[in-house]
């Protein structure tokens, strides 16, 4: 396909469990953004990539969030000890070319933790 | 930091009014860049216009319409005649010059036939 893609499109997990949420970006972007969205927000930065490397991780909760993209193409962010406060949809972008360049959206993992 | 307001939480218009979704950025950089995404009932955000901070001239693109002024440190959006396939969730969105992005809590639109 040619958009962005995100799986799974629904997680539900316990409380105090690990998962992983992959993302497949639009070929040949080299940046790939990741995000957390809550129930009527905003889109809540998490980290973002150029490349392989993270060029900001500011976002990131906590040490139980971290993120990885070893290839510079599909990233997976790993969410270790779950908690309730996690719940939320996660979205990944991913850009071609400069930061003056659209954002393409993936549909989201829904990520419920009970 | 940055930060981006948007002030309306819903707005609410009849088909064919003029509406106009306001955005007030904060950012301490000089280099920026200012969007507009949409995201419809089915949860996909989908771009919709954008502006360096270079730039004030205002555009128009079809029924979409965008108002950038640094000296107030706005970049609101116009879409004329609405139509009901124009009701989702606007996001106003700032991109700072190394990339990180920035985005407001969004305005609700409903438009009614």
């Known amino acids: 396909g040619a958009g962005v893609s995100q799986t799974p499109s629904n997680k539900v997990t316990e409380k105090g469990k690990y998962v992983e949420l992959r993302c497949d970006p639009i070929?040949?972007?080299?940046?790939l953004y990741w995000y957390r969205q809550s129930l009527g927000q905003g889109p809540e930065f998490l980290i973002y990539f150029q490349g392989t490397g993270a060029a900001d991780d500011s976002g990131l909760p906590n040490d139980r969030f971290f993120a990885v993209r070893p290839e510079g193409s599909v990233s997976t962010l790993k969410i270790q000890r779950t908690e309730r406060g996690d719940s939320a949809v996660y979205l990944c972008?991913?850009?071609?070319?400069?930061?003056?360049?659209?954002?393409?959206f993936g549909p989201g993992t829904r990520l419920t933790v009970l | 930091a940055q930060k981006v307001t948007q002030a309306q939480t819903e707005i609410s218009v009849v088909e064919k009014e003029d509406v106009t979704l306001d955005c007030v950025y904060e950012?301490?950089?000089?280099?920026?860049?200012l969007f507009w995404y949409k995201q419809p009932p089915s949860g996909e955000l989908v771009f919709l216009i954008r502006r360096n901070s270079f730039d004030e001239q205002n555009e128009i693109s079809g029924r979409y319409s965008w108002n950038f002024q640094k000296s107030t440190s706005s970049f609101n959006f116009t879409i004329t005649a609405s139509q009901v396939v124009d009701s989702a969730v606007y996001f106003c969105a700032l991109i700072d010059s190394a990339g990180k992005s920035t985005f407001g809590d969004g305005t609700t639109l409903t438009v009614k036939p």
């Open positions: 070929s040949g972007h080299t940046a």
């Open positions: 972008a991913s850009r071609g070319g400069s930061s003056y360049n659209e954002q393409f």
């Open positions: 950012t301490r950089d000089t280099t920026y860049y």
